[in-house]
């Protein structure tokens, strides 16, 4: 079965622009989360959606925000980028705790 | 929140060496996740431990989950380059928030 799709891979985009990533869950998943990886603060934690509501939000500034589609789907944006922003974002999709939650390859987000 | 330490942060071993990695948590443990990550790319799932005492393996990799002391480990054995990556030991709070240790990086020298 098709696994968890991010796109896009890369995107470089410049200061106080705004930026919005896509993940496509497993089939079936209702669950999505959202984590930013960086050198210095390892993988943090943004948001969980579970059917189209926001169950769970990180320490993130508002200017990270997310949503999550009847089908699943999820997007999360981020407004007036900072070069801080710089990071590798990942998704994860899952049935539930027990069954674990499987990562899509990641969307490479530069600010320059 | 909980805080997972991974120890150590990065391991230099020998191909056909044996080596352990530690995750230890500031609270209870409600479920344990190990994953492995090539640089820049997505986690892959290893193994998830969810009660005390647990000991799983998969190939040549062997994690337990010790509830009392709130810590796992990940033991591979025989280690071989394929082994080399990022390990992130994860954590699902009361909250049902996954979150996760700092990391160990580790290389494995032919």
């Known amino acids: 079965k098709a696994g968890v799709t991010q796109t896009p891979r890369y995107l470089i985009k410049t200061r106080g622009q705004q930026v919005t990533l896509s993940c496509s869950p497993i089939?079936?998943?209702?669950?999505v989360s959202w984590y930013q990886q960086t050198p210095g603060q390892g993988l943090q934690f943004l948001f969980e959606?579970?059917?189209?509501?926001?169950?769970n939000k990180g320490n993130f500034p508002g200017r990270f925000s997310g949503r999550q589609f009847s089908n699943s789907r999820s997007e999360m944006n981020v407004s007036t980028l900072e070069l801080g922003d710089s990071a590798l974002y990942l998704c994860?999709?899952?049935?539930?705790?027990?069954?674990?939650?499987?990562f899509g390859s990641g969307t490479r987000l530069t600010v320059v | 929140s909980q805080e997972l330490e991974q120890s150590p942060q990065s391991l230099i071993v020998q191909e056909g060496k044996n080596l352990t990695i530690n995750c230890t948590s500031s609270k209870t443990l409600y479920g344990l996740y190990w994953y492995k990550q090539k640089y820049g790319e997505g986690l892959i799932f290893l193994m998830m431990?969810?009660?005390?005492?647990e000991e799983k393996s998969h190939e040549k990799i062997t994690a337990k989950l010790d509830e009392k002391k709130q810590q796992s480990s990940l033991h591979i054995t025989a280690s071989q380059p394929s082994h080399a990556g990022i390990y992130l030991c994860?954590?699902?709070?009361?909250?049902?928030?996954?979150?996760f240790g700092g990391g160990t990086r580790l290389m494995v020298k032919p």
């Open positions: 431990l969810q009660k005390g005492g």
């Open positions: 089939s079936g998943h209702r669950s």
């Open positions: 994860g954590a699902v709070n009361a909250g049902n928030m996954l979150t």
């Open positions: 959606y579970f059917s189209e509501t926001q169950r």
């Open positions: 994860a999709s899952s049935l539930g705790t027990a069954d674990g939650y499987t």
